[in-house]
Nanobody, 126 residues
Framework: QVQLVESGGGSVQAGGSLRLSCAAS????????LAWFRQAPGKEREGVAA????????YYADSVKGRFTISQDNAKNTVYLQMNMLKPEDTAMYYC???????????????????WGQGTQVTVSS
């Protein structure tokens, strides 16, 4: 089992920045891919960023490329999502997720992820 706890959400004006954190505990060595998803009210959950825990690849949705950066601190078992130049359309609940195989195959297929955090709300006002 892997437990994931997100933090760092909040309210910010358009153009601002936030950094989300996802602290992992439990059988973290089994996680090969860590990803951030988001879900806005009335919309489907969508993947925004993913990375292989052992290095070797990061993935971004087109909507966030150049604005969001995913990174990890292995010593702290924590994955971060740095979000810059935020837009009102980035408003959503953000979730951290992990799965048992690498990100390269279908990184945005939410059903392939085994573990999920509880989410942290991000609200961007215009």
């Amino acid at each position: 089992q892997v437990q994931l706890v997100e933090s760092g959400g909040g309210s910010v004006q358009a153009g601002g920045s936030l950094r989300l954190s996802c602290a992992a505990s439990g059988a973290t060595s089994s996680s090969k891919c860590l990803a951030w998803f988001r879900q806005a009210p009335g919309k489907e959950r969508e993947g925004v960023a993913a990375m292989n825990t052992g290095g070797g690849g990061t993935y971004y949705a087109d909507s966030v490329k150049g604005r969001f950066t995913i990174s990890q601190d292995n010593a702290k078992n924590t994955v971060y999502l740095q979000m810059n130049m935020l837009k009102p359309e980035d408003t959503a609940m953000y979730y951290c997720a992990s799965r048992l195989w690498f990100c390269g195959s279908a990184p945005w297929a939410s059903y392939t992820y085994n573990y999920w955090g509880q989410g942290t709300q991000v609200t961007v006002s215009s």
